[in-house]
T-cell receptor, first 114, second 109 residues
Framework: EAGVTQFPSHSVIEKGQTVTLRCDPI?????LYWYRRVMGKEIKFLLH????????ESGMPNNRFLAERTGGTYSTLKVQPAELEDSGVYFC????????????FGQGTRLTVV | GDSVTQMEGPVTLSEEAFLTINCTYT??????LFWYVQYPGEGLQLLLK?????DKGSNKGFEATYRKETTSFHLEKGSVQVSDSAVYFC????????FGKGTRLHILP
């Protein structure tokens, strides 16, 4: 069974440009989470989808970030326009249930804004 | 809100040394506790977990016990190897996962 897959693995863009990150969760997992780790700091929660619905987007830093999960399968996270402080590693995770069951993480996308 | 505090790194040890990485948490509910590891160039991997008080999670020689009375989940290994060099994250989950800041571990041969 394939794990959580994220594309691209690395992205370097200029300030002001747009970047779209993609996450393919484990097949059948209704719960999908986005996290971000800015250099040297903790991994912070961004948002949580249950199927195609946003269950909790309290961690989204501002309106330059837009997450979608059309059809309840893969998800995209768009940053537009990107700023220098958006640089970091973006992780996606999925789980079959909510609550305290295990969540499986992808490899992460390293975003560098120059 | 819920939070996780783990010891700051980096931690540098010689091979075969004993390892402890401290982790404490605050939570309003009754979370599950996790240790995740990120090896160089790789993604986050679950190392071990515990879902209720006094449970001991173990994997690859690492252990951690869910201590509800002290709200702690310290990671230990009796004899570390060079291949254990990585960043270790303590985490709790009631619904979403909340991570600590991570502890970078460097093992010298």
């Amino acid at each position: 069974e394939a794990g959580v897959t994220q594309f691209p693995s690395h992205s370097v863009i200029e300030k002001g440009q747009t970047v779209t990150l993609r996450c393919d969760p484990i097949s059948g997992h209704d719960n999908l989470y986005w996290y971000r780790r800015v250099m040297g700091k903790e991994i912070k929660f961004l948002l949580h989808f249950v199927k195609e619905s946003k269950q909790d987007e309290s961690g989204m830093p501002n309106n330059r970030f837009l997450a979608e999960r059309t059809g309840g399968t893969y998800s995209t996270l768009k940053v537009q326009p990107a700023e220098l402080e958006d640089s970091g590693v973006y992780f996606c995770a999925s789980s079959s249930h909510r609550g305290n069951t295990e969540a499986f993480f992808g490899q992460g996308t390293r975003l560098t804004v120059v | 809100g819920d939070s996780v505090t783990q010891m700051e790194g980096p931690v540098t040890l010689s091979e075969e040394a004993f390892l402890t990485i401290n982790c404490t948490y605050t939570a309003t509910g009754y979370p599950s506790l996790f240790w995740y590891v990120q090896y160089p160039g790789e993604g986050l991997q679950l190392l071990l977990k515990a879902t209720k008080a006094d449970d001991k999670g173990s994997n690859k020689g690492f252990e951690a016990t869910y201590r509800k009375e002290t709200t702690s989940f310290h990671l230990e290994k009796g004899s570390v190897q060079v291949s254990d060099s990585a960043v270790y994250f303590c985490a709790i989950r009631d619904d979403k996962i909340i991570f600590g800041k991570g502890t970078r571990l460097h093992i010298l041969p």
